[in-house]
């Protein structure tokens, strides 16, 4: 098993930044990959990054591409850097974690969550 918790995110106008953390334990080794999802009210969760753990290639959904950074250290630890936060940005933002081999986009693919945290962005 694999315990994931969160950390980071608030409130902050537009135009700022936050920085969410997301801690590893447990049977990590199993880990390829690390990502973020997002899910704001009424809606469904959405893919916003992830990392593989060996080798670090990242990648991004389009509608945070250019503006947030994903990062990783020591494959027990991500990151996520929010820059140019946007209103539209506002949603609970989660941390899972996926011990598939292939790069997925797809939630159902992640085995583990985080407990999720509150992004607010104020205009």
């Known amino acids: 098993q694999v315990q994931l918790v969160e950390s980071g995110g608030g409130l902050v106008q537009a135009g700022g930044s936050l920085r969410l953390s997301c801690a590893a334990s447990g049977r990590t080794f199993t880990l390829y990959y690390m990502g973020w999802f997002r899910q704001a009210p009424g809606k469904e969760r959405e893919f916003v990054a992830n990392?593989?753990?060996?080798?670090?290639?990242t990648y991004y959904g389009d509608a945070v591409k250019g503006r947030f950074t994903i990062s990783g250290d020591n494959a027990k630890t991500a990151y996520l850097q929010m820059d140019s936060l946007r209103p539209e940005d506002t949603a609970v933002y989660y941390c899972a974690a996926s011990d598939l081999a292939t790069p997925t986009v797809w939630k159902e693919r992640y085995r583990y969550w985080g407990q999720g945290s509150q992004v607010t962005v104020s205009s």
């Open positions: 990392i593989r753990l060996k080798g670090g290639n």
